[in-house]
């Protein structure tokens, strides 16, 4: 373990970019260190820290806190401290400026610690992708392992581009709301503009999103509750265990039930806070809910929210402005002002189904039009053409109603979703049937109240109950299709799968809470293999946020009590992009408590055939009357109010549709999807989805460190690390991984990782090269028919040194510049191209070189130093180009939304003040960018005899 002293000069080889980094404090197991040039703090393990010493050489110009430069002469270690000498002075190593260029490639060379031309290539190569991956306009979108839903990317696209974005999403049930939010968070971590990230989600939906985010998102975060919390302040008594890591999901009632944890939370500080379920925080003008109050302070503390909530129009008035009140608490500062706000935009929405639609444009749509644009642009705006019509459109939209803060896509509006075809079996009992009806209300029972304490072992009698033999009916009557099962808990899951497996010799999958992930991985993909398990057992819990759109017939073996409940049973088949009809089978015995279930949902909501609404009220009306009915469902009196009740129900559920429609904000829905953004994406997501340069280098570089890629299918391998690396891939398990390239398989296989350049296994494969030595300096010999000499193939990087949080990425990422010199320092990089040096160096000793002094001392660095001024003039040009791409985006959006501002007041100051912020630290940053010398390799040309 190395020993660090206040005022040393390191680097960081994970960060080169950061600079000169200075020692600031060190304790027993700690260091802490500055990087004055990107105003960056860094604590590393000493053991552990990815630091380089920084000892400059005799010949090498530093440059001190003043600016003044001072050419070494002489090095000297005084103590820990180095000082440098010059001609008539000399410089402490604390002394030193940040701006001194920090570069150990040469001294690897005349070291003669060289690597392969073959490993050069690879490091140039990953310079090269590294910089394609960070400029791709889908930069932070490929990595997710869903099917390309043109809505969900738009959306994903839209609130991702913004500053500090705040939003409420509240698409209708199945078209992915929880989807969408995960492709915001992806994207703004994998472009670093967020690092920290609290999800607060019901305590029944939080494995559900760790799946999710975990399974099509590679995104680990971690579940905090109260045992983690204490098990954290019992090595940390001191410190807050928000702080631990940086991905954290929890329940908002944990927080809403402790002070004290509520507050560490707060002053974690997050980048981003998400709140799924956002419609369960009460608030109204007289009473304030707990949970309401700690997603508000957390709100207020944090500048990125995202909001899932069902559909605004069934919430209410007051509801809704709770919800638009976190997002913007500046501007609904009043409800009874809010409720008076004119809504005015139904015209707007009628002029915009016109341009799209190509109908004729009337005088009074032109007045319209000049209402919110100038005379003169709408009179030389020629409305047949295409283009202008769309230009239109999208200022109108920009400019009209709560589209900044609110996104609302349709059943009615979107293609895709499949047909619910309901099959409900009512089943008789002759014989025992007191004794059935006693056994299913037991069951029943248990299955409301499982939590309780009181409740003991449950009891089942599968082997005999008429709802398994219908099941074992139905597998052999439409074998060899796939069947989904879904029941209450785990217990029955087991069950089932005792009872099913004795009476039949056929396989059988389970999917439960207390799987493993990964046994549960295997499960899922057993279940999808086409020549395995024909059916599938799924407990409540152990199928959330898996994706089983490849079954197309759905049994409930029992049917839940809530509506949404069940609702997130049929979602598991029922999603856009599902290519058939759903069949939902509900077997029941007529006179047990599931009777009284399945006949209200069935009768009074229609909730088995077509997708529901409004859960929630749905219960808060119902389900205390539906609960009493399931008591005594056998009792003539009792079937009378069932019948009264399913009238009701079907009364108030027409009319809730009714309202649904009339209060439909057509224009909210026009704003919420753009489909030509949408369809402009899916091109070029579809396109890196079949470039086949992440699998060219990532097949290199398993074959460098010896990682064994056995092939299973097309683009699809089994990957093992090599017997001596088991740890250079942190992210290949000892047992191995399954990997593909394809979309598609692996979407279809929960087994399968997908792997994009946004994947960790990219990434990660990209910042070993980069943080370490590898391939860094080479010597190899050319063959030529020309004339023998000397060439230097030098890899320089154009690099900015600031804050990730604002994506500079965007404008000018790290920017690798390839120059190739001869020994009189002449640029000759045309004449030398990659794939000629790939093609035809060959590695060989460089010892007999460094031999002669000249080599050493004169020649070389002066090659080196020819290179260096024209890699700065070129990197002076990208300065200018980035400066010109970042006034250009911001520019234009800070103008955009200063116009909007006039007529749109979702539009937040604070917003416009983030986006001009951020343009002058980005003007700053750019014009600070420096070249950094990252790699060479000399080449000698032999000429060749043949």
């Known amino acids: 373990m190395e020993d660090f002293f206040p005022n040393q000069r390191y680097t960081s080889s994970g960060e080169p970019e950061l600079g000169m980094g200075i020692v600031l404090e060190v304790s027993k197991d700690k260091v802490q260190i500055h990087f004055p040039v990107a105003d960056e703090m860094r604590l590393y393990a000493k053991e552990s820290a990815p630091l380089n010493r920084i000892i400059f050489k005799v010949g090498d110009t530093i440059i001190d806190h003043q600016g003044q430069s001072m050419l070494i002469e002489k090095v000297q270690l005084e103590g820990n401290i180095y000082v440098y000498f010059g001609k008539d002075t000399n410089m402490l190593e604390a002394e030193i400026g940040a701006g001194t260029a920090t570069t150990n490639v040469d001294d690897r060379l005349f070291m003669g610690d060289i690597d392969t031309p073959e490993m050069f290539a690879l490091r140039r190569e990953t310079l090269y992708n590294d910089y394609q991956r960070k400029i791709s306009p889908v930069h932070g979108f490929v990595g997710g392992k869903i099917d390309l839903i043109p809505h969900q990317l738009y959306i994903a696209h839209e609130v991702s581009s913004r500053f500090a974005p705040r939003v409420l999403l509240s698409d209708q049930v199945g078209l992915g709301k929880t989807i969408e939010a995960c492709l915001i968070l992806q994207r703004l971590l994998v472009t670093g503009r967020i690092s920290r990230v609290l999800i607060l989600v019901p305590e029944s939906l939080i494995h559900q999103w760790f799946v999710e985010v975990l399974r099509k998102f590679n995104l680990w975060f971690n579940i905090f509750d109260e045992e983690r919390c204490e098990s954290l302040e019992e090595s940390a008594p001191e410190g807050n265990p928000f702080l631990d890591n940086q991905l954290i999901i929890c329940s908002t009632e944990f927080l809403a039930g402790s002070r004290k944890r509520a507050s560490q939370a707060i002053k974690a500080g997050w980048d981003m806070l998400v709140v799924d379920e956002a419609h369960h925080l009460e608030w109204s003008v007289d009473e304030v809910s707990p949970e309401y109050s700690i997603v508000d302070l957390l709100s207020q503390a944090t500048e990125g929210l995202l909001l899932l909530t069902a559909t605004p129009e069934q919430l209410g008035v007051e509801s809704h402005f709770a919800r638009l009140r976190l997002l913007d608490p500046n501007r609904y500062t009043n409800f009874e002002d809010f409720k008076n706000e004119p809504e005015g935009n139904k015209d707007i929405a009628d002029l915009v189904e016109k341009l799209s639609s190509g109908a ?188 089983f759109q490849f079954a197309h017939h759905l049994i409930l073996f029992d049917v839940p009590f809530h509506p949404e409940l069940l609702e997130q049973r049929i979602g598991r088949l029922d999603r856009i992009g599902q290519k058939n009809d759903i069949n939902i089978h509900i077997p029941y015995i007529v006179g047990s408590p599931q009777s009284s279930i399945v006949r209200w949902f069935h009768e009074g909501l229609n909730a088995f055939n077509t997708n529901l609404e409004g859960g929630d009220n749905i219960s808060r009306l119902f389900s205390d009357r539906l609960l009493n009915i399931t008591k005594n469902p ?20 027409k009319e809730l549709k009714k309202n649904l429609a009339e209060g439909r904000d057509k224009l909210l829905e026009m704003n919420s999807f753009r489909p030509k953004v949408a369809e402009k994406l899916i091109k070029q997501i579809k396109a890196e989805d079949k470039d086949k340069a992440l699998e060219n280098y990532l097949t290199k570089v398993f074959h460098h460190f010896d990682v064994e890629m056995e092939d299973l299918a097309a683009r699809t391998y089994l990957l093992h690390p090599g017997a001596f690396n088991a740890d250079v ?64 193939e030098l890899i320089f990087v154009l690099e900015t040194a600031g804050k990730e949080s604002i994506d500079i990425d965007r404008f000018l990422p790290h920017t690798p510049i390839r120059i190739v010199v001869d020994h009189t320092g002449k640029e000759v990089t045309d004449l030398y191209s990659i794939e000629l040096l790939n093609k035809n160096l060959i590695p060989s000793r460089i010892d007999a070189l460094l031999e002669n002094d000249a080599f050493v001392d004169i020649l070389i660095p002066n090659m080196i130093s020819s290179a260096t001024e024209i890699a700065k003039d070129l990197g002076d040009k990208e300065i200018e180009k980035g400066l010109k791409r970042m006034k250009l985006k911001l520019n234009h959006e800070i103008d955009r939304l200063t116009s909007l501002q006039e007529k749109n007041q979702h539009i937040r100051p604070d917003e416009i003040e983030t986006a001009m912020e951020e343009r002058n630290t980005l003007s700053a940053i750019i014009n600070k960018a420096r070249v950094r010398l990252d790699a060479l390799q000399l080449i000698r040309k032999e000429k060749n005899n043949v």
């Open 360 to 547: 004729d444009i009337k005088p009074k749509d032109k007045k319209l039009s000049e209402s919110t644009f100038s005379k003169e642009r709408i009179a030389a705006l020629d409305f047949k053409n295409e283009t202008s019509r769309h230009n239109l459109i999208e200022d109108l939209l920009d400019q009209h109603g709560p589209g900044r803060v609110l996104f609302r896509n349709t059943r009615q509006a979107m293609s895709g979703f499949p047909k619910r075809i309901a099959h409900v079996v009512p089943l008789q009992i002759e014989k025992d049937h007191n004794l059935w009806i006693e056994r299913l209300t037991n069951e029943f029972s248990y299955d409301m109240n499982r939590d309780a304490e009181e409740n003991g072992e449950q009891e089942f009698w599968f082997n005999k109950d008429p709802r398994v033999k219908w099941v074992l009916t139905k597998m052999e009557e439409i074998y060899p299709e796939k069947i989904l099962l879904i029941c209450s808990t785990k217990e029955k899951v087991l069950a089932l799968e005792a009872a099913i497996s004795k009476a039949i010799n056929l396989n059988v999958g389970v999917f439960h809470e207390d799987l493993s992930l990964v046994q549960r991985d295997k499960n899922a993909a057993w279940f999808a293999d086409h020549d395995s398990a024909q059916i599938l057992l799924c407990s409540e819990i152990g199928s959330e946020g898996r994706n």
């Open 634 to 653: 056998s009792i003539e009196e009792v079937n009378s109010e069932l019948e009264k009740l399913i009238k009701e129900t079907a009364d108030f559920q």
């Open 729 to 792: 891939f942190p992210t290949i398990p000892q047992e191995g991984i399954q990997v593909t390239f394809d979309r598609k398989r692996a979407i279809s296989r929960d087994d399968i990782s997908f792997l994009s350049w946004d994947h960790p296994m990219a990434t990660g494969a990209i910042d070993m090269v980069m943080s370490s030595t590898f391939g860094s300096a080479s010597f190899g010999i050319l063959k030529s028919s020309g004339s023998s000499g000397l060439l230097l």
